[in-house]
């Protein structure tokens, strides 16, 4: 049962534009949320992460916000450059879990010029 | 300067063969983790060791063991490969427990089993 999900695969973008993905998750002990960023034959990124105790946190070009009831968090990256294009999982834990990370499936972004 | 290594990379194997791979991380991290992504492409955890004790046990079968020499080092020791073992290994490796306990990984090592 995946507790965290991912449900577009794929987003496409032009550059310059704003890009927004979204998670969902189910499990209500969640506390920590995190964004990373996956390029081909490389291991995940560590990009962005919230505590479920804010509802925005920004870095950069990257804002994560949390939507605590809707059990909802999305990741908005303005503006898309061409090398964001990658692969971004949202992930999330509750820290009496020892650090065991729910991976959603991934979302595919493509930043076109 | 890699944060989080593993070796090998690409490991190529017939069913029935016992194969290691390693992870070793130079972070002063004190807990390690093994993460499998499937054809699907869904990371899932394995195991986490933490001061070379082991935390995480997933419902992973008998033939996955891991070995923690020390805090650096987490490796994962294969006996008896199958087919549906086929996927990329993750290492991680985070800072004690708590509540930015952000998880870094290696590059990953693609296992095929043939």
């Known amino acids: 049962d995946q507790q965290v999900k991912q449900n577009s695969p794929s987003l496409s973008v032009q550059e310059g534009r704003i890009s927004i993905l979204n998670c969902d998750y189910t499990n209500s002990m969640f506390d920590y949320f995190l964004w990373y960023k996956k390029y081909p034959a490389e291991g995940p990124t560590f990009l962005i992460s919230?505590?479920?105790?804010?509802d925005k946190n920004e870095d950069g070009r990257f804002t994560v916000f949390l939507n605590k009831s809707a059990k909802h968090l999305s990741l908005h990256i303005v503006p898309s450059q061409p090398g964001d294009s990658a692969v971004y999982f949202c992930a999330a834990y509750g820290t009496d879990s020892w650090g065991k990370l729910q991976f959603g499936a991934g979302t595919q972004v493509v930043v076109t010029p | 300067d890699t944060a989080v290594s593993q070796t090998p990379k690409y490991l190529v194997t017939q069913m029935g063969n016992d194969k290691s791979i390693k992870c070793e991380q130079n972070l002063g991290h004190d807990t390690m983790y093994w993460y499998k992504q499937d054809s699907k492409k869904f990371l899932k955890i394995m195991f986490s060791?933490?001061?070379?004790?082991?935390?995480i046990n997933e419902t992973v079968p008998n033939r996955f063991s891991p070995k923690s020499p020390d805090k650096a080092h987490l490796n994962l020791h294969i006996n008896s490969l199958e087919l549906g073992d086929s996927a990329v290994y993750f290492c991680a490796s985070s800072t004690p427990r708590g509540s930015t306990d952000t998880q870094y990984f290696g590059p990953g090592t693609r296992l095929t089993v043939l």
């Open positions: 919230i505590s479920s105790i804010k």
């Open positions: 060791y933490n001061n070379k004790e082991l935390i």
